[in-house]
């Protein structure tokens, strides 16, 4: 028997999460079928279990938007059983059902095969996490930022994409500089980070322009600290832009962009091309090498029954990292 998340709404319109047992998924779902190994909770994730934002289209629906597993029935010659896949963005856990149960069907289009050499758990400890912190890595290395041009801000320093980030530009040799709360600085600095500023110090009140002193940024909250990033940057600089959990305002002026010539690159995951995907992913895979025992208290491991408590405790900002959902125990 198969268990997964199932996401329904009240009459009131209050979104419940109950984990069901069930037989087979929908047939009309997907030409593959997927036995989920792993799963992981974003911050998309717990809004979505939660009910604080208007994340599911239509319910029922199974949420997560990321999922690791093998190929058991395959109607696309690209996918054979016995397959190692892994499946994140398109709508998953959104439009479409998602990661969170034992058992899914899927289009193959959303589908990739997993990087040689990489364990499911760590390709979940990744997950879309992963995959946007490695697009914004790129977007400062395809601009042609190199690690002698200065410190690269990355903010959320101590959750999934930042710290993916953080350790993907240290690993690179770049001198990162963390923003994050008291309580996250430690884990920050432990990926990689040379320093920390507290988070209070950078939602400051700012002026147009401030003194230049990140050569690029990786911003994953938006909001007063995007503001000042943008401030803060070098002449000829990249802030590479994902997130907006301190707010989707952006206060700022055109003087950064006409008097410095910064570019802010705004980062999708989710529709990101299908024919690039395999790319980053190859390239995410031999830039982070640390699997799931290396991560300490950066990442928790959770059961299915589990995920409603931890999607709170995200939202809460008592999580740290990346949560783990590990569909076998």
Known sequence: MNKRLLLTQDSAGKTLAEVQNFDKPDSQNGDLEIKVSHSAINYKDALAVTGKAPIIRSFPLVPGI???????????????VGDKLLATGWGLGEKHNGGHTTQMRLKSTYGLHLPSGM????????????????????????????????????????????GIAVKILSAK??????????????????LGASKCIMRD?????????????????????????????????????????????????LSTTVMPFILRGITLAGIDSVYYPAGGREEVWQELS????????????????????????????????????????????
């Open 66 to 80: 990321d999922a690791c597993g093998e190929v058991i029935s395959s109607d696309n010659p690209k996918f054979k």
């Open 119 to 162: 364990e499911a758990s760590t390709a979940m400890i990744l997950g879309t996490a992963g995959f946007t912190a490695m697009l914004c890595v790129k977007a400062i290395t395809d601009k042609g930022i190199q690690p002698d041009a200065g410190p690269i801000l990355v903010s959320g320093a101590s959750g999934g994409v930042g």
């Open 173 to 190: 040799g770049y001198e990162v500089v963390a923003v994050s709360s008291e309580q996250g600085a430690p884990l920050a600095k432990s």
């Open 201 to 249: 110090e950078m939602a400051a009140e700012n002026k147009p322009l401030e003194e230049q002193k990140w050569a690029a940024a990786v911003d994953t909250v938006g909001g007063k600290i995007l503001g000042r990033i943008l401030a803060e940057t070098k002449y000829g600089g990249l802030v590479a832009a994902c997130g907006l959990a301190s707010g989707a305002g």
């Open 286 to 329: 031999s830039s982070f090498k640390v699997d799931a025992a290396g991560l300490g208290d950066w990442m928790t491991e959770i059961s299915l029954e589990q995920v409603p408590e931890y999607c709170d405790k995200l939202l809460k900002g008592e999580v740290k990292g990346k949560v783990l959902i590990n569909l076998q125990k």
